[in-house]
């Protein structure tokens, strides 16, 4: 790092204290480094934005609540509902997307692209470039979906990595790896377990966890 | 339904929101991911470069990642495909069953037709 850079955080402080509040400042960077370039970049960009009238604070943080409190739940309940209903089942698997909206889920991609697991067939998403991921249905992606190791070990030896996920395929199971490489997002609407024939929308929608919409695992009833 | 027994199981239609005029590729085509490598950003992985594979559906058509990257406007739009391959022809060595596959999204332009029927199944399950 060079030593001209512009010390941000300590810009801050200095601001702050000649201000008529007191706060202990964030203190994100424990290792005692300088915070990154990039999150030096994004704050200055969202000041900027800010100063423009382009965005609000206010808006920044209602989307990461959002993204935090919002999204992690809509995935599941969308499957739910294909659980129960064979014929938003057939839509959610034609167009996702316009499915997702019927339930007033609006995706923000364009286009969503739901895969079935059956007894012959499982499915398991990865980005191997990035992490593309469906956020506006998962919320944001677990640390190990945007880790190398899951990345781009579960393209060639995705039975390897589903046995660490505690998910053992019998051979006669086809793996299908979806990569989301480019513009689609994907979903996984897996087995409805036995024992469920009584639940409801809303205890369905419990055992339908972000990892079993990914396909790293399935759902399971507790016995 | 298993893959290996749908080969005569009806096609998959293109998608009705997400037009692709002029498509070159239909659903069940075998083609092959063109073995080039181009500096830039690019969504085609390095991995598949190369591999064959079949149609498995059309996306539509979609402003150019590979422009939009740059600032530019994506503009003219490029069809994008999902291809469908055998892991065992992505992966020499793959330890698994022969009819597990790997789906991802490609770009028309970087594909060409391939020789020959490459025996991937295209049936959705379902």
């Known amino acids: ?223 | 339904m298993t893959f290996a027994s749908s080969k005569s199981a009806p096609r998959a239609q293109p998608s009705t929101y997400a037009p692709a005029p002029g498509h070159r590729f239909n659903v069940g085509d075998p083609v092959v991911v063109l073995r080039r490598f181009p500096p830039g950003h690019r969504r085609t992985p390095y991995y598949i470069r190369g591999k064959s594979g079949t149609i498995e559906r059309i996306c539509g058509a979609f402003r150019n990642p590979e422009e939009l990257a740059y600032g530019f406007d994506g503009e003219p739009r490029k069809v994008l495909y999902r291809v469908r391959f055998l892991q065992k022809d992505v992966w020499p060595d793959y330890r698994g069953p022969a009819k597990d596959i790997i789906e991802m999204e490609i770009y028309e332009h970087w594909l060409a037709p391939a020789p020959g029927d490459m025996g991937v199944p295209h049936q959705n399950p379902g």
């Open chain 1, 1 to 223: 790092m060079s030593d001209n850079r512009i010390d941000y955080y300590a810009a801050k402080k200095h601001a702050h204290d000649h201000g008529d509040h007191d706060h202990t400042p964030l203190d994100e960077h424990d290792d005692g480094g300088a915070p990154s370039e990039y999150e030096i970049m994004s704050r200055a960009m969202q000041e900027l934005l800010e100063e423009k009238g382009i965005i609000t604070a206010e808006q920044v943080r209602r989307r990461m609540e959002q993204f935090e409190e919002e999204f992690p739940y809509r995935g599941s309940r969308v499957v739910a509902k294909a659980w129960v209903d064979p014929q938003f089942r057939k839509r959610l698997l034609d167009d996702g997307k316009a499915a997702c909206a019927e339930m007033g889920v609006d995706l923000e991609v364009d286009r969503l692209i739901a895969v079935e697991n059956t007894p012959e067939v499982h499915n398991i998403i990865v980005c191997t470039l990035c992490s593309c991921y469906p956020r506006a249905l998962l919320g944001m992606p677990p640390t190990w979906y945007k880790s190398r190791n899951y990345r781009s070990r579960v393209v060639f030896e995705p039975r390897a990595v589903l046995k660490e996920f505690g998910t053992e395929l019998p051979e006669h199971v086809t793996v299908r790896v979806h990569d989301s490489n480019a513009d689609m997002r994907y979903v996984v609407i897996p087995m409805r377990p036995e024992g469920t024939t009584d639940w409801n929308e809303e205890q369905l929608a419990e055992i339908l966890t972000r990892d079993t919409l990914v396909g790293v695992t399935v759902p399971r009833v507790k016995t």
